[in-house]
T-cell receptor, first 115, second 116 residues
Framework: GAVVSQHPSWVICKSGTSVKIECRSL??????MFWYRQFPKQSLMLMAT?????????EQGVEKDKFLINHASLTLSTLTVTSAHPEDSSFYIC???????????FGNGTRLTVT | AQSVAQPEDQVNVAEGNPLTVKCTYS??????LFWYVQYPNRGLQFLLK??????LVKGSYGFEAEFNKSQTSFHLKKPSALVSDSALYFC??????????????FGIGTKLQVIP
C-alpha cells in the first residue's frame, strides 16, 4: 500500500528557534499533501493544503508566515514552524493523496515540544 | 458545508463481542466516506471507504461499514472484537458537491476499548 514517511517523529526545541518537518510519499506521487495539527483528545485540525509547485492554501486562523509549507516535488512537502513558542507544542501529522477518490495516506506524525 | 458527528467519545466492548462505532455526516452533494484508526502517537491508518456502489463496505482487519443514505450514517462494525482493536477511530467525509476534491472533514474521534 501507499506509504507516507514523516520525519522526525519527535523533536524538542527551544523557544524562538525554527523546526522543519518533512513528509515524503515513498511509493506514489502525491499531487496534494495536507498538514494537520492534533491536540490531546481532539480531532485533526487541518492547517493547510499544498499542491506540488504552488503556494499552500491555509485554513482560516493559521498563520502562513509562522507555518511555512513547501511542496517542492510530487514526493516531498515540508512544514517549518518558525520562531516556535511553547503554545506551538503539538502533534503534527501530514497526509498525501494521489487521485481524487483515493483515501488519504498519513505519516506517523511528529511530536513537537517547545521549551 | 460538510460535517461529521461521532456521538460517542468512547465505546467499551468485551472481547469476542460485536462492536459498532457510530458516525453521521452532513454534505450538500454526495459523500465520500472514510474510516481511519489511530494508535497512540501514530498517524492515521486507512480502514475503508465508501465512494459508490454497495452500501456495505468491507475493509482492513475485519472491519466493515454500512452506508445509509436516508439516515446519513456510516457506522463502523466488526463481528468479533479483539483487544488489539483498542484505538481511536475517526470517521471522515468529503463532499463531492463542494468543488475541488481535497478537503476532508474528520469527526472528533471515538476511543474504542476492548475489554479482555
Amino acid at each position: 500500500g501507499a506509504v507516507v514517511s514523516q520525519h522526525p517523529s519527535w523533536v524538542i526545541c527551544k523557544s524562538g528557534t525554527s523546526v522543519k518537518i518533512e513528509c515524503r510519499s515513498l511509493d506514489f506521487q502525491a499531487t496534494t499533501m495536507f498538514w494537520y495539527r492534533q491536540f490531546p483528545k481532539q480531532s485533526l485540525m487541518l492547517m493547510a493544503t499544498s499542491n506540488e509547485g504552488s503556494k499552500a492554501t491555509y485554513e482560516q486562523g493559521v498563520e502562513k508566515d509562522k507555518f511555512l509549507i513547501n511542496h517542492a516535488s510530487l514526493t516531498l512537502s515540508t512544514l517549518t514552524v518558525t520562531s516556535a513558542h511553547p503554545e506551538d507544542s503539538s502533534f503534527y501529522i501530514c497526509s498525501a493523496t494521489g487521485t481524487e477518490n483515493s483515501p488519504l495516506h498519513f505519516g506517523n506524525g511528529t511530536r513537537l515540544t517547545v521549551t | 458545508a460538510q460535517s461529521v458527528a461521532q456521538p460517542e467519545d468512547q465505546v467499551n466492548v468485551a472481547e469476542g463481542n460485536p462492536l459498532t462505532v457510530k458516525c453521521t455526516y452532513s454534505v450538500s452533494g454526495n459523500p465520500y466516506l472514510f474510516w481511519y484508526v489511530q494508535y497512540p502517537n501514530r498517524g492515521l491508518q486507512f480502514l475503508l471507504k465508501y465512494i459508490t456502489g454497495d452500501n456495505l463496505v468491507k475493509g482492513s482487519y475485519g472491519f466493515e461499514a454500512e452506508f445509509n443514505k436516508s439516515q446519513t450514517s456510516f457506522h463502523l462494525k466488526k463481528p468479533s472484537a479483539l483487544v488489539s482493536d483498542s484505538a481511536l477511530y475517526f470517521c471522515a467525509v468529503r463532499d463531492t458537491g463542494s468543488g475541488g476534491y481535497q478537503k476532508v472533514t474528520f469527526g472528533i474521534g471515538t476511543k474504542l476499548q476492548v475489554i479482555p
